[in-house]
């Protein structure tokens, strides 16, 4: 595969799903916060939990200065509190050790592997949470693959059935034009929700059925599928 394989995929996101224009609306910090929250729960429940951490707190520095079970207490909604509360306290405490104060604007002038490489010095910060902060943040072209992002890609063909989530991040990274990774990155993730689920996906609704390596395989075992339960009924 290469970078010439993404455009079709992604026009056809596109015209299925519309363009998505990228707005940098919220603070790296934020984006720090939320996307540790956000770690195994919903979106809906993500987003209460981090609105409830900021009605509970002035501001960043207040949340460094409180307890793990406080914050904990802030955010029970998002589930594994105590978890997060210790990687929420932990990461702007060592933010304030490197940096004598509670802000990761300065990251926008770095090279974007150090970049990254410095936020994954931070507890809980792994390369989808630093990629998170990167592109939604400061918009630096940083691929985050989310579970969506790695089963499209994989069931596409785009990396092999076995990448690691870890080598799905440099690989999709070096095969998604610059200028594409928010789009990829966000297209990827409704065609998953909406189309090729984890289970049972909707492979004859696709439009990515021409470039798809795994669609006859999955519309054999439907059928498959589709007969066994025939025959059970008869």
Known sequence: MDKTSIKPIL??????????????????LSVLIQTII??????ANSRRAFESLLAS????????????????????IGGLEEIKAKRIKGALGEIQNKRGKIELNFLIKLPLTEAREWLKQLPGVGTKTANCV?????????????TH??????????????????????????LVPTNDIYQFHVLMIEHGRRVCRARR????????????????????????????????IA
């Open 134 to 146: 990167l592109l939604f943040s400061l918009g630096r072209p940083a691929l985050p693959v989310d």
């Open 11 to 28: 026009d056809s996101l596109v015209c299925e799903y519309g363009s998505r224009e990228q707005q940098l609306s919220s603070s790296p």
């Open 149 to 174: 992002v790695l089963r499209v890609s994989k069931r596409l063909g785009l990396i092999h059935s076995k990448t690691s989530v870890e080598q799905a991040h440099k690989l999709l990274e070096s």
């Open 57 to 76: 707190y002035h501001s960043w520095e207040d949340v460094a200065g409180a307890s793990v079970d406080d914050i904990a207490t802030s955010i029970k």
């Open 201 to 232: 996906p909707r492979c004859t609704n696709c439009v990515l059925m021409e470039f798809c390596s795994s669609y006859e395989d999955f519309t054999a075992k439907v059928d498959r599928d589709d007969n066994d339960s025939t025959s059970a």
């Open 38 to 43: 956000s770690q195994n729960t919903s979106d």
